[in-house]
């Protein structure tokens, strides 16, 4: 079932989505292979610690989460990836790993890679490792209102 935080949260906006279950999956490229979806839509969130706090970064599945590259994105040097022990008290309501790219439920800071605002739907963990949410990218981009930032990747 997805996180009941989300789930009330997109039900409470008015927003159409769709929840598919798949089997048990890790990584988001598993988890569009398993749900049938393409990668270029499925995202995956990366816990940052940025400057002591963290925040989400959204990129698409495929992408590989090259530090160099957001650091300067973000013009920062003081980012690296949280420890699941920095951040999994901050998802109570969510396996550790499958963390909807929903900061503002979760007083988290969201970037979004540019590549992801370009597709019409956008699907993500729902919370869990069998279950992912897909949904048009204008809707969530509306109710999270992410940073945008440019990788090459």
Known sequence: M??????????ENC?????????????????????H??????????????EDKLAMLVLPAAYRTDLGLIKQ?????NVELASEQAFGRAFPDCEV???????NLYDMEVFVTESITEQEEIAFNAGSHSETIK??????????????ILLSN
Do not use: C, W
Request: zero cysteines; glycine letters at 2%; proline letters at 7%.
């Open 2 to 11: 997805p996180s009941q935080r989300l789930k009330r949260y997109l039900d």
């Open 15 to 35: 927003i159409k989505y769709v929840t598919i279950d798949h089997s048990l999956a890790f990584t988001a490229i598993d988890i569009a292979k398993s749900a």
């Open 37 to 50: 979806i393409p990668t270029k839509i499925m995202a995956k969130t990366v816990i940052l610690n940025i």
């Open 73 to 77: 994105a973000l013009n920062s040097e």
């Open 97 to 103: 790993g499958a963390m909807p790219p929903f900061g």
């Open 135 to 148: 949904m048009r990218y204008t809707d969530y981009e509306r109710l999270v209102s992410p940073k945008f």
